[in-house]
């Protein structure tokens, strides 16, 4: 008899032993791999570095929106003046003049009476509100807590 008609049952045995095993840690590493973590969401893209959109942004109807600027105070007047601005009814901040309220938007001047931005090269001023004037004659009082 030949040596491979002796051994080769058990060596088919062998190999067929070696594959199952094989598939076995194959599938085990797929299966009980960790799972990978979520993308992070994606982050607003913007233009290109270098890619300037603003003509185009001008021919469609004009650069940045309309900033809305409320003057809550002045701190200072000149030209090393700070005011202290609401943008868009957000929270008051100082600002100095020639500081960046947003984009294309700058405070040009600190006045007595107001501030003035730049706003895509036009100028606003904007006044500070009138304090409230009670009305004329008797200015009603709070009534005094019960009790006393």
Same mark, same amino acid.
């Given at each position: 008899m030949s040596w491979l008609s002796q051994r080769g049952p058990r +060596? @088919?045995? /062998?190999?067929?032993? &070696?594959? %199952?095993a094989a598939g076995?840690? +194959?599938?085990? @590493?797929?299966? &009980?791999? =960790?799972? $990978?973590?979520? /993308? =992070? =969401?994606?982050l607003a893209a913007g233009p290109a570095p270098g890619q300037d959109v603003t003509p185009v942004a001008n021919w469609f109807g004009g650069g940045s929106a309309r900033l809305? %600027?409320?003057? %809550?105070? +002045?701190?200072?007047?000149?030209?090393?003046?700070? /005011?202290?601005l609401s943008i868009n009814g957000g929270k008051p901040e100082a600002y100095r003049v020639g500081q960046t309220l947003?984009?294309?938007?700058? +405070?040009? /001047? %600190?006045? $007595?009476h107001g501030v003035s931005i730049d706003q895509d090269g036009i100028i606003e001023d904007i006044s500070v509100p009138a304090p409230a004037r009670p009305a004329q004659g008797f200015v009603p009082v709070a009534a005094p807590a019960a009790g006393r």
């Open positions: +060596l @088919a045995q /062998a190999a067929a032993m &070696l594959a %199952v076995i840690g +194959l599938w085990g @590493a797929l299966l &009980l791999a =960790p799972r $990978p973590a979520a /993308a =992070p =969401p994606a809305r %600027v409320a003057v %809550v105070g +002045l701190i200072a007047s000149g030209e090393r003046g700070a /005011a202290l947003a984009q294309g938007v700058t +405070l040009s /001047a %600190v006045l $007595p």
